[in-house]
């Protein structure tokens, strides 16, 4: 079981990105998944979280991104608009995912993807 996140890039500030993360193998269900980030020279920090009921977020990105999953395709989305430079982090997407009925992996990552938001 893998997670594969893609979309960073570098866009100007006010733009907008929109992240994806697959998850990939043999999969039972997959419960609450997130999104951190990680800037440069600081600790990885929670942006988001959803779960099949609800969704969080981090106070900076309420109201600017929007997380989102397709439990079809096992897929989750973070939709960021209005981006500002203190954005700019390698954003990183984690799960909760079962794959046995014995077995789950807790807070599973995938590799990152950068997002740099700069003139």
């Known amino acids: 079981v893998q997670l594969q996140a893609c979309g960073g890039g570098l866009v100007q500030p006010g733009g907008s990105l929109r992240l994806s993360c697959a998850a990939s193998?043999?999969?039972?269900?997959?419960?609450?998944m997130r999104w951190f980030r990680q800037a440069p020279g600081k600790e990885r920090v929670l942006v988001a979280a959803?779960?099949?009921?609800?969704?969080t977020y981090v106070d900076s990105v309420q109201g600017r991104f929007t997380i989102s999953r397709d439990n079809a395709k096992n897929a989750m989305y973070l939709q960021m608009n209005s981006l500002k430079p203190e954005d700019t982090a390698v954003y990183y997407c984690?799960?909760?995912?079962?794959?046995?009925?014995?077995?789950?992996?807790?807070?599973?990552w995938g590799q990152g993807t950068q997002v740099t938001v700069s003139s």
């Open positions: 984690n799960a909760d995912i079962q794959d046995t009925p014995q077995r789950i992996y807790r807070g599973l």
């Open positions: 193998g043999s999969i039972v269900s997959i419960n609450e």
């Open positions: 959803i779960s099949r009921g609800s969704t």
